[in-house]
């Protein structure tokens, strides 16, 4: 568990998996070849062989008056196409509960976009049904990308997500479809990063003068500071992606920012900084010994 305080505000992080390896699916670009000069990335990021590390996590924003869980890892019990994704059972709600966030106690759910790795625990299975894990929070999804989605629906990969971890929410009358320049609380807003999906959002954290940014997918691992031309496979508008990813990098270079990266490895935190033959890198904040 790694916990990170901005100003009054604390996000706690709540690993699902980490792995190493088996990154090409989504990052087809990113081979140990390609990867093993970047060596920036070592430790935390990418192994002695030159096999990416990622996580799969939600982290939970603690305003001390909001208790706000952004994206809900795979899940347990849900047939996937990915194999590693699928059937899982994990100590999940376990994790939440020994952090001091049961999951009754939350009160709103982000989901920074509708991808099967970002909305898996909204619900989980209890006699063979679809249930809200969360039974007393309002579940917020940005209009624009409930619209996409349920446009496309009808696909069969969209339908199997949609049916098992978005629609029995939608049910159970806990969803609220909000601007995607939302301001969710005092020092919590959603930030418009388009391109991975076409609704897609961050998280802006700030209070007592400190900032953060909870990432989403328009960045998948940190290897794309350094090589913003590598696109993901699931990107929707991969040219958009790109000119996203760029624009913040520029944005957040030697800025006091804490960067959060919804699937980077631990210690997930850090700093864009500029290399001196372009590009850029990220400058991990380590926990204190």
Known sequence: MNQWQI?????TRIMEMELAGGTRFILPE???????????????FMDAQGNLIMSVHALVVDTGDRRIIVDTCIGNDKQRSIPAWSNLQ???LQDLDSAGYPRESIDTVLC???????VGWNTMLVDNQWVPTFPNARYLLAEKEWRHWDSVGGDPMNAELLNDSVRPVLAAGLVDLVDWEHEVCEGVRLAPTPGHTPGHVSIHIESGGEKALITGDWIHHPCQMTRTDWCSSADHDQHQARATRETLLENYTDKPVLIIGTHFATPTAGRVKRLPQGGYWFDVDLPAS
């Open 30 to 44: 990113a081979t140990r070849e390609a990867c093993l000069p970047l060596e920036w990335l070592r430790p935390h």
């Open 7 to 11: 100003g009054k505000i604390r996000v």
């Open 112 to 118: 920074t976009h509708l991808h099967v790795d970002h």
């Open 90 to 92: 994990t100590s999940f």
